[in-house]
């Protein structure tokens, strides 16, 4: 039962968008801070005002370990959240050679950003354990701290 249509018409509205197209993306750290590696997706009806952003690390001060830990997450934090803006495009791209040689670039960098913590540290990931190279007799991927436990202190 149709209500409040009027007669001999299917639908109300009909929604049309233009295709992204690809455009050269920000930098990683500026990217998270603008919500989008896409600069063309950054329209100013939806832009914050430039340098609105409070990120950045969780301290400025601390010891050299620390402070390596604390680089290290912000680099994966960051790689991070450009492959998935990323793959986001590529839902939609799927054979975009830019995007697609990007996505390898950047999945490439994160599994050795998290290698790296992992070997220092300790593993962010399951996968960490096996990539970090770490000689576990234990299956231990959460020993800590974790970032949302105090990673940061």
Known sequence: MKKNIPEGADSLAMAAFPKQEWCEPYDWC???KEGTIFPCLNLAF?????GSS???ACSDTGNDEQRDRENLLSDITEISFALNDLTLYLDTHP???NGLALFHQLMSRRLELLADYA???NPLTQASIITGGLDEETYGWD????P????CI
Not at 46 to 50: G, I, L, N, S, T
Not at 143 to 146: M, Y
Request: with cysteine; aromatic share 12%.
């Open 54 to 56: 409070n990120l950045s």
């Open 95 to 97: 054979t975009c050679e």
């Open 148 to 151: 949302w436990e105090g990673a």
């Open 46 to 50: 939806y832009k914050a005002p430039q």
């Open 30 to 32: 500026s990217a998270l």
């Open 119 to 121: 070997g220092k540290f």
């Open 143 to 146: 020993k800590g701290p974790l």
